[in-house]
């Protein structure tokens, strides 16, 4: 057993049996590997991550490749999810001496934590021109003992580059109208028009870019960009990316065409894309749009839910076969011999309506369901009585693992889809499902000085500081709670987490840091603008910032209030307004947010005598279910104080009324609810 047993970590656990004398990331292995003057191995990936438990089962398993190991290196492991910061910092390195990254990430470190040798994944054996990870270790451990002082010299030029990266971002000024614009164009001339999506394969889900679409849309009314997003979100719910089954998204397509996905199924993407097929109907009326936003939610709360509330960080990619072996989409894909077996006289019809053929579209004949698109009309009932087998035979196989810990921000992330997609479509329990995750934030999460830790697992926090993406997405949460609820308290919660965001995370000249400013001191304070896998903790913040300076209601020139927020939100999009039109789809939040920022964002006060009066509710829902780019909504009753935007906001002739403002000016209030919805519909009136 090697130190790795007792941590919350779910991937950290999965080594602890290795015959590697592991440490988790902490000053203790760096003075273990001062004390034996000998380099620290670091290793770092993911539980869902499929290559990673590859090279575990290859070479941290194997008692020779561990033994050479113990002598010659201090080993850490580090989970990407627990600590994005160390994992950002080295795979920066990587990325910029190799060209490339990926995980498992395979760094190699003085003991000062310098890096100057890298690498990712390592066969046991030489293949296609890579070398196996023995001789790696023996040519590293050469290095280290008969040519110091070129190590001493590579790690120091690595340290002084990555110091010399700081960001220039262009000044604080917001993305107008030309910047915008020139995104657009940029993702036109980048757009898979055959198949939706952006660039070639491997394929990901692009969210935070058709977010922005949908926003540029309502601002603009642009039918190019909602045909963008609409056509990316039909071809992405009908292929093999998609659970047809059980709902939810993979995590990316392997080819073009959605067809084989990458099996893991993490609760970011999900989170992401249940939001933005919500967004989409609501944009749109899309029937396609409305099931996959509440099979998604659906999906979530049925398989990543936890008992305590929150909702786990993802499923394995690899399940058992039923022969004992680990492979990769063994739970997902079936072929016309299964369906026999399940359907008996409907297999054929199953067959030609998920796409399932005698050669398969995956490995050894089988097949990822998808929709196809063909002519043949299916029965209703019969499709549905098909699935319902299929997916209760499914639940028969061995289930993929689970990676139960709560990551702050993806939890975040979560509460705001599963609120919004509740309010839309009539459904408490996905809100009750949102409320109890926030819940489980506040109580297990949050300090008494409110302060964030990154995750827990089975109702225990874990040891590891909150970073600016948890601060950000989950002020994002709260602030989607409070509009949905009328509860004031989320928006407090919120606040108290942007204190932080200016306090502790923000520079001088108001750019912003991955870590705060009295987090762990790494080789380089991580700072990334860019929108990955998850929005980046410099645009969360931003539209977090944006849509709290909206709802507490001073403008920048006032210095008070809100003023402070609104000011950090438009310098952080200097950033936006540099990287835009270079660069679209990998800023989509911050162009999405940047929207936001030049509709307004409106703010809408909706008042009643009660809030269960059922006009107050419809004007209130209708007010959730406005377009107007980022637009806040608060909920309550005539002479309020749970929100700073209904005061002063009586009754109208002792009716419900809803009152709509932009930059400080106000609308007459309305208590017709088709006149709100016409004033909520864009961004520029």
């Known amino acids: 057993m090697n130190r790795l047993a007792g941590v919350t970590s779910p991937y950290l656990l999965q080594h602890a049996d290795n015959p590697v004398d592991w440490w988790p990331w902490g000053p203790e292995a760096f003075e273990e590997a001062k004390r034996r003057d000998a380099p620290v191995l670091l290793s770092v990936g993911y539980s869902a991550c499929h290559w990673c438990h ?31 910061d160390v994992d950002a910092v080295y795979m920066e390195a990587v990325q910029a001496a190799t060209g490339q990254g990926g995980w498992p990430m395979t760094v190699f470190l003085t003991p000062d934590a310098e890096p100057f040798y890298f690498g990712t994944y390592f066969p046991p054996a030489p293949r296609h021109g890579m070398p196996s990870f023995r001789q790696v ?130 609760l970011y993407d999900n989170a992401l894309l249940c939001r933005v097929y919500a967004h989409l109907w609501r944009a749109t009326g899309s029937e396609l749009a409305r099931r996959v ?146 819940d489980l934030l506040v109580r297990l999460h949050l300090d008494d000085r409110a302060r964030l830790s990154r995750t827990s697992r089975d109702g225990r926090a874990g040891a590891h500081s909150g970073v600016l993406e948890d601060y950000a997405d989950v002020a994002e949460g709260f602030l989607a709670l409070a509009s949905v609820t009328g509860e004031g308290v989320w928006l407090e919660f919120a606040g108290f987490l942007l204190d932080h965001v200016l306090a502790r995370f923000t520079g001088e000249d108001g750019t912003l840091y991955d870590t705060a400013v009295d987090a762990e001191r790494l080789i380089r304070r991580p700072q990334d603008p860019t929108d990955n896998a998850t929005p980046s903790g410099w645009t969360a913040a931003a539209g977090a910032l944006l849509a709290y300076a909206a709802h507490t209601g001073a403008s920048p020139a006032q210095g008070a209030g809100g003023g402070a927020y609104r000011a950090a939100a438009e310098k952080a999009l200097g950033v936006v307004k540099a990287l835009g039109p270079r660069v679209p789809r990998f800023i989509g939040w911050g162009l999405a947010v940047a929207e936001a920022a030049l509709a307004g964002p409106r703010e809408v006060a909706v008042v009643g005598p009660a809030l269960d009066d059922p006009a107050a509710r419809e004007l209130h829902r209708t007010a959730l279910l406005g377009t107007s780019p980022g637009a806040v909504v608060a909920y309550g009753t005539a002479g309020s104080e749970e929100f700073p935007l209904l005061a002063d906001r009586p009754l109208v002739d002792g009716e419900p009324a809803a009152y709509v403002c932009r930059h400080f000016v106000c609308d007459a209030p309305t208590t017709d609810s088709e006149h709100l919805r016409a004033a909520l519909s864009g961004g520029n009136g």
């Open 137 to 266: 270790l023996e040519g590293v451990h050469l290095a280290w003992d008969e040519r110091r002082e070129e190590v001493a010299e590579v790690a120091g030029k690595i340290v002084r580059d990555l110091a010399g990266r700081e960001i220039s971002y262009g000044g604080t000024e917001t993305p107008g109208e030309e910047e915008l614009a020139q995104a657009l164009l940029g993702l036109t001339r980048e757009y898979d028009p055959q198949r939706g999506g952006f660039g070639g394969a491997p394929k990901f889900p692009p969210a935070m870019v058709i977010e922005f679409l949908l926003r540029h849309h309502a601002r603009t009314g642009s039918e190019g960009a909602l045909q963008m997003a609409r056509d990316t979100c039909e071809r992405m719910a009908r292929g093999g990316i998609y659970d047809q089954l059980g709902g939810g998204f993979a995590r990316y397509s392997v080819d073009r065409d959605w067809v084989v996905p990458h099996f893991e199924k993490m």
């Open 293 to 438: 936003a509440l099979e998604t939610a659906d999906f979530m709360v049925r398989e990543l839910r936890t008992p305590e509330g929150g909702f786990a960080s993802a499923l394995d990619a690899d399940s058992d076969d039923g022969s004992g072996r680990h492979v990769e989409g063994a739970y997902y894909v079936w072929t016309p011999r299964r369906l026999d077996e399940v359907l008996g006289e409907d297999a054929g019809l199953a067959a030609r309506y998920f796409g399932v053929t005698e050669e398969g579209t995956f490995e050894h004949g089988s097949s990822v369901l998808r929709l196809p698109q063909q002519e043949e009309v299916f029965d209703a009932a019969r499709i549905d009585s098909v699935r319902a087998r299929m997916l209760a035979a499914r639940a028969e196989r061995p289930a993929p693992g689970r990676d139960d810990k709560v990551v702050a921000a993806w939890n975040g992330l979560a509460v705001a889809a599963l609120a919004e997609t509740g309010a839309y479509f009539d459904r408490p329990d996905l809100v009750e499902a949102a409320v109890a995750a926030a």
């Open 54 to 84: 590859v090279m575990a089962h290859e070479s941290f398993e194997d008692d020779d490749t561990a033994a050479y190991l113990n002598e010659h290196f201090v080993s850490v492991k580090v989970d990407r999810e627990e600590r994005p």
